[in-house]
C-alpha cells in the first residue's frame, strides 16, 4: 500500500469517496439494485386538476340548492355596496342559479350546488378586491351574495376602465 501523506492525502480520499458516492447513485438510478434491490420506475401521477380530463373534478357540495325562504333584494343589495370604497352610480341585480353567475364571472367553484339562489349584484363604483395579488383598483365590480344566508360567496372587477357589462338574463 502506498502511503501518502501532506497536501495530497486529503482531496485525493474526497475525490474517491466523491466518485463512490456517483457510482452508487447511478447504479441505483439505472436499477441496478442497491440497499433495496432493483428498483422499479414508477408512473407518472395523473394530473393534479382530474385525472380523466373528459370529467369535472367532484368536491363534496357544502351549500346544496335549496327552495327558500330568500334574503330581500335590497338586503343583498346593501350587502354588495358595502364593498364599495367610493359612491356607487349604478347598480343591476337578479336572484339567478349559482351556475348563471359562474358564467358570467367565468369562474366557479364545485362546493356550491349549481342550482343555489344567489344574488348577483353589479355595482359602478371604486372597488379594491381584498384578497388581490397585485393593488387593483376597478370602476365595475360584482358581488355574489348568497340568496339563502346572505353570505357574499364571490366578488371580483368586472372591468377596469368603468364600462358596464353586458349581464344576463333577470339580472337588470
Do not use: K
Amino acid at each position: 500500500m502506498i502511503a501518502l501523506s501532506g497536501r495530497l492525502a486529503r482531496p485525493l480520499s474526497y475525490g474517491i469517496g466523491i466518485a463512490v458516492i456517483l457510482l452508487a447513485l447511478t447504479a441505483i438510478a439505472f436499477g441496478q439494485g442497491g440497499a433495496s434491490g432493483p428498483q422499479t420506475q414508477a408512473s407518472p401521477a395523473p394530473s393534479p386538476r382530474h385525472a380523466d380530463p373528459n370529467t369535472a373534478p367532484r368536491a363534496e357540495i357544502v351549500y346544496p340548492a335549496v327552495g327558500g325562504p330568500f334574503i330581500s333584494e335590497q338586503s343583498a343589495l346593501s350587502t354588495a355596496t358595502r364593498l364599495a370604497s367610493g359612491p356607487v352610480t349604478r347598480t343591476a341585480i337578479g336572484r339567478v342559479s349559482y351556475s348563471v353567475a359562474a358564467a358570467w364571472m367565468h369562474s366557479a367553484t364545485y362546493t356550491i350546488d349549481p342550482a343555489r339562489q344567489v344574488y348577483l349584484v353589479v355595482v359602478q363604483a371604486p372597488f379594491s378586491p381584498q384578497r388581490a395579488m397585485a393593488n387593483v383598483s376597478c370602476a365595475v365590480f360584482f358581488a355574489v351574495v348568497d340568496a339563502t344566508d346572505g353570505t357574499i360567496r364571490a366578488d371580483g372587477c368586472r372591468d377596469l376602465t368603468g364600462e358596464w357589462p353586458t349581464l344576463p338574463a333577470g339580472v337588470h
